[in-house]
């Protein structure tokens, strides 16, 4: 079968699958959603390995009435992204389908809501192979107008309808940017084709355009400051829609970032420096409001924005290598980034299938208001565990494998560059490696609130563990993460192949990966192995023990009180408060509480309440808006609901357009 006639089945099966399934039963819908997302990563994953393997592809349409010629362009990295989006879909449609059930009751809106699915799925595609300019921000428009429909779900709720118009605000402001920048190169090059950016950067200072870019980009990777849509729109929208967006719709920022990057021909010392300052803000901030909040979706949206920054360092480090020229440490950079983007939409899908599934069965995200619930929900408790251990980087996990390959960049470059970027670089390991620490607070935080001890508050039903159809989308996840970290050599192996088709290479045709590294990266995978079967051997040995010995249960000593209560446990936020009081500067909390007066004996019953808000939001945007509403209230004269004087506007605007054109200002 021809590239051709492959992209043009990837073109019809959405378009009819969004036809077929409101004419099906609803009890079918979301399966037949399923194979329709099967078939469509299918049909396009082909082409993807193709290019992978080195084989790019390209389809013209020629002559379309607006955009004229549309590449369909596939190359080595447009396929690790297109992999990467059939991937999450799969896994995303799937635990969607268990999570969807209970709104069954709702059957226009599950409707739409595959039919979205199904839109939202094939833009993402379409965003990775366009080559356009003008057809890129039309599948990149159709792309946030899907999600944001996906996220706003639950519509009759005004936080999830505000959460949802404030994402679709800021997608908005991005393509603002994006478009800013490719009217400018169409006006310098006469083209909206990407190859006329490269010729833009040939002849021009890349610097700001490049910055015009990335702030469209950066936008919807979750860059600070403009990162607010993340904590908001997550928690909103249905959970496998949150591991979507998490997983892959912000790696779509990422995606363009690269893209713009491998056009660059001047400036990278300095756009690096840029890229990995904010990268290391970025993943210090996220990472400390991760820390601090207790609604579970809102804390993985924060941790999002950590690993965009991680992602972020790595492409710092690429682009210091580059204008180094230090072919290795551009390696170690891109790839650590290239691979992290997969895992850590491994893990983040994974996270946020579990907080569903949490959801699910308790009805509440609060942390505050759980606990327990590894007696009755195990396998996601599991889940949960081995997640959190990923994302902060630990062994035997896939997360310890980019992040391996992005500290032994930063130690490369602080061996190999001048005083000023080694400065910034120790700054920038010093930084990894604390927001390291602080995930691993936020998750022990998170588990032991969630799942260890006692149940904190009376649930309306007993929790259990939730279908097989929403587990076993999170089983799948946790075994391609395991394959990365089992085999980390071929994995490495396929990044190191993209990033050499793009940044220029020594004399030899290969970038110059010392054997030690090579080796050291086959080390983790074999200890990786060891670690997991000495895991199972114990396992295995306690549970022979522990069959010939009656378990016997009771209470645990109770310091000499016997009646304990479930308010007697740490809390989420006694357990981050420390953090939170250190750097209440940056993480604003906001408390209802009147405090006790000096001259009240008898204090009467008080009630507390607490939580967190975003320094950006609070400080910066907030004011921004409050000034600008209250400088347009000036002009509320204009709009006073006289009918005579919005005709003498009219009338106003005609005689200045005729004065105009008499005189020749129009």
Known sequence: MTDSLLLSFALLLPVTGMIAIPFLPSSIRANVNFIFVVLIAAITSIPAVKALTGDTVDVVINGTLVFGNITFHIDSLSSWFILIINLTCIHGAFYGIGYMKSYKGRRTDLSMHWILFLLFQSSMLWVCMMQNGLAFLVVWELMSLSSFLLVIFDHSNKATLQAGINYL????????????????????????????????????????????????????????????????AHPAAPSHISGIMSGVIVKLGIYGIFRIIFFLKQDYTVIGEIIITLSVLTCLYGILNAAVHRDVKKMLAYCTIENIGIIGIGIGLGLLGMGNGNTLLAVLGFAGALLHTLNHSLYKSLLFFNAGSVYQQTHTRDMEKLGGLVNTMPQTALFFLIGGMAIGGLPPFNGFVSEFLLYSGLLLGIKSTGITLITLLIFSLAGLALAGGISMLTFTKSFGTIFLGAPRTHLQQQPREVAWDMRLPQYLVVIIMLSISLFPRFYFSIVNNIVLEFIPVAPGGRAPVPFPLL????????????????????????????????????????????????????????????????????????????????????????????????????????????RLLYSLNYFQFIQNGKIQMYILYGIFFIVLIFLGTIFKFI
């Open 169 to 232: 605000v800021q997608m908005h402001i991005g393509v603002l940017f994006l478009a800013a920048a490719f009217i400018w190169v169409y006006f310098s090059e006469g083209s909206f084709e990407f190859s006329s950016i490269e010729k833009f950067f040939f002849s021009n200072q890349n610097l700001w355009l490049f910055l015009l870019f990335f702030a469209g980009f950066g936008i919807k990777a979750g860059f600070i400051p403009l990162h607010s849509w993340l904590p908001q």
């Open 519 to 626: 080796n050291g990266i086959s080390a983790i995978g074999k200890f990786a192995m060891l670690f997991m079967v000495l895991l199972v051997l114990i396992y295995l040995i306690r549970k022979s023990i522990s069959r010939k010995h009656p378990e016997a249960t009771g209470p645990t000593w109770g310091c000499g009180y016997i009646v304990p209560t479930s308010k007697m446990q740490y809390t989420g936020k006694s357990y981050s408060k420390s953090l939170g009081k250190l750097l209440s500067f940056l993480i604003l909390e906001k408390k209802k509480y009147k405090e006790i007066s000096a001259n009240e004996i008898f204090p009467a019953e008080r009630r507390h309440s607490s939580h967190y808000n975003d320094f950006f939001v609070t400080r910066i945007f907030d004011g921004i808006v409050d």
